[in-house]
């Protein structure tokens, strides 16, 4: 499928597995330059050689605790170094929520 997106920049938060991962492929396979975020370096790495191995964008990958504002912050200027500009931005980071008398969590 041809979205238009070709070029552009997507920053993926909680981009090193699941959901974040996933989203990160389908951007990728439609041309668009991957910057994943997430707490482990390693699975950071190996999320991005996954996706090198089958398209042919930059990805970059940046350990960041998108709990921790100066975490952010080094993340936002790598970024820009790197890209300049952000098109996209998917947050798939998430904390759970506990509320007295739930069911889940």
Known sequence: MELG??????????????????????????????VLLARGKEALDQAAKKIKQTSK???????????????????????AKKFRTVHIVVNNVHNRVRRSGSQLG
Do not use: F, Q
Request: charged share 25%; glycine share 12%.
């Open 5 to 34: 997106l070709k070029g552009r920049t997507a920053v993926i938060s909680g981009g090193s597995k699941g959901v974040g991962k996933a989203v990160a492929k389908v951007l990728a396979a439609e041309g668009v330059n991957i």
């Open 57 to 79: 964008v930059d990805i970059l990958t940046i350990p960041t605790d998108v709990t921790d504002i100066e975490s952010v912050k080094a993340a936002a200027e790598e970024t």
